[in-house]
């Protein structure tokens, strides 16, 4: 009896060993580092890469912001701000210009081009120009920034302050590129949010170091991500006009003074003369080629004539008696 007792105490202890043995290498795992989810979500960082960490951020932002699907239906401004507004999205141009005029005076085109600019609030972003040898402005380049809103006004007046040559106008659509940079944006944003909540309750340098890796690398996507934003939003609410002036070509008037006496005549009569020669010598050279084929065909024509005439006049010969 004692012994089959000893027999199922040795069983059960036997069970409790192999029952708690996965429970203490789970626990020893865990202090190594993250504990629970947390070990998951790092791991899950630093062997996934950017596509692991982009669907968690994705799924986030999705929750936050409604995702992106949500967002492109949604009003959004240049630089990516939800208005909250819903309906359609409001039409992201990015628009040129560019107009050539032919001004009498080019310093009054140019200060007229810059009051064009001031009155619509925008402004000039480069200028030059180039002068004669008097120092009179002959040509100049301006580049403006106008506000997009404005665009078309611009265009109209800056065309009235001369002559227009040249004017032409385009506008590129963006607002596809504007809505998924902000949508890239907000995500990113909701990654790096979640990256930092695995930083603070790392527990080891190994995840330390897994994690901070992966936030360095989000942080910089980051910034790219806002540098693009800021562009598109500076193209899109200020638009570019190159206007390109130049100076009327003056007319030269050549005042002739009527002039009298000896040296007067005497020049004039000269001039009459040359004007003579210059006349008979432009007649033989126009009559010297003619006077050549004559010489070439009237010569021989000459000698046969002259012959045949000789002929006819000798007298036959007297008949024998």
């Given at each position: 009896?004692?012994?089959?007792?000893?027999?199922?105490?040795?069983?059960?202890?036997?069970?409790?060993?192999?029952?708690?043995?996965?429970?203490?290498?789970?626990?020893?795992?865990?202090?190594?580092?993250?504990?629970?989810?947390?070990?998951?979500?790092?791991?899950?960082?630093?062997?996934?890469?950017?596509d692991g960490?982009?669907?968690?951020?994705?799924?986030?932002?999705?929750?936050?912001?409604?995702?992106?699907?949500?967002?492109?239906?949604?009003?959004?401004?240049?630089?990516?701000?939800?208005?909250?507004?819903?309906?359609?999205?409001?039409?992201?141009?990015?628009?040129?210009?560019?107009?050539?005029?032919?001004?009498?005076?080019?310093?009054?085109?140019?200060?007229?081009?810059?009051?064009?600019?001031?009155?619509?609030?925008?402004?000039?972003?480069?200028?030059?120009?180039?002068?004669?040898?008097?120092?009179?402005?002959?040509?100049?380049?301006?580049?403006?920034?106008?506000?997009?809103?404005?665009?078309?006004?611009?265009?109209?007046?800056?065309?009235?302050?001369?002559?227009?040559?040249?004017?032409?106008?385009?506008?590129?659509?963006?607002?596809?590129?504007?809505?998924?940079?902000?949508?890239?944006?907000?995500?990113?944003?909701?990654?790096?949010?979640?990256?930092?909540?695995?930083?603070?309750?790392?527990?080891?340098?190994?995840?330390?170091?897994?994690?901070?890796?992966?936030?360095?690398?989000?942080?910089?996507?980051?910034?790219?991500?806002?540098?693009?934003?800021?562009?598109?939003?500076?193209?899109?609410?200020?638009?570019?006009?190159t206007v390109?002036?130049r100076r009327?070509?003056?007319?030269?008037?050549?005042?002739?003074?009527?002039?009298?006496?000896?040296?007067?005549?005497?020049?004039?009569?000269?001039?009459?003369?040359?004007?003579?020669?210059?006349?008979?010598?432009?007649?033989?050279?126009?009559?010297?080629?003619?006077?050549?084929?004559?010489?070439?065909?009237?010569?021989?024509?000459?000698?046969?004539?002259?012959?045949?005439?000789?002929?006819?006049?000798?007298?036959?010969?007297?008949?024998?008696?």
């Open positions: 009896m004692t012994t089959r007792t000893t027999r199922l105490r040795l069983a059960g202890a036997l069970c409790l060993i192999t029952l708690l043995a996965p429970v203490a290498a789970c626990s020893s795992s865990s202090s190594d580092g993250l504990t629970g989810s947390d070990s998951v979500g790092a791991e899950s960082f630093a062997d996934g890469g950017a960490a982009a669907d968690s951020s994705a799924d986030v932002a999705g929750g936050s912001a409604g995702g992106p699907d949500t967002l492109s239906r949604r009003s959004v401004t240049a630089t990516g701000e939800d208005t909250g507004t819903g309906g359609a999205i409001a039409p992201q141009l990015i628009s040129t210009g560019h107009v050539s005029l032919q001004a009498d005076d080019v310093d009054d085109a140019v200060a007229g081009a810059r009051g064009v600019a001031a009155a619509l609030g925008g402004t000039v972003s480069d200028a030059g120009t180039r002068a004669d040898s008097d120092g009179t402005a002959v040509q100049a380049d301006l580049t403006l920034r106008v506000p997009a809103a404005s665009f078309d006004e611009a265009m109209e007046e800056l065309g009235s302050l001369g002559v227009r040559l040249d004017s032409t106008a385009s506008s590129e659509d963006v607002t596809t590129q504007v809505v998924d940079t902000a949508v890239r944006v907000r995500v990113q944003r909701a990654s790096i949010r979640r990256i930092e909540a695995l930083l603070d309750r790392a527990t080891s340098i190994r995840a330390v170091v897994q994690v901070e890796s992966q936030l360095t690398r989000r942080q910089a996507d980051l910034t790219s991500l806002l540098r693009q934003q800021a562009a598109l939003a500076d193209r899109t609410s200020l638009s570019t006009i390109d002036v009327t070509p003056a007319e030269v008037v050549r005042e002739t003074e009527e002039a009298s006496g000896f040296l007067a005549g005497l020049g004039r009569g000269w001039d009459g003369l040359v004007a003579l020669l210059t006349g008979l010598a432009t007649t033989a050279g126009v009559l010297l080629p003619f006077a050549v084929l004559l010489a070439v065909l009237g010569v021989p024509a000459a000698l046969v004539v002259r012959r045949l005439r000789r002929r006819r006049g000798t007298p036959p010969p007297a008949a024998a008696a």
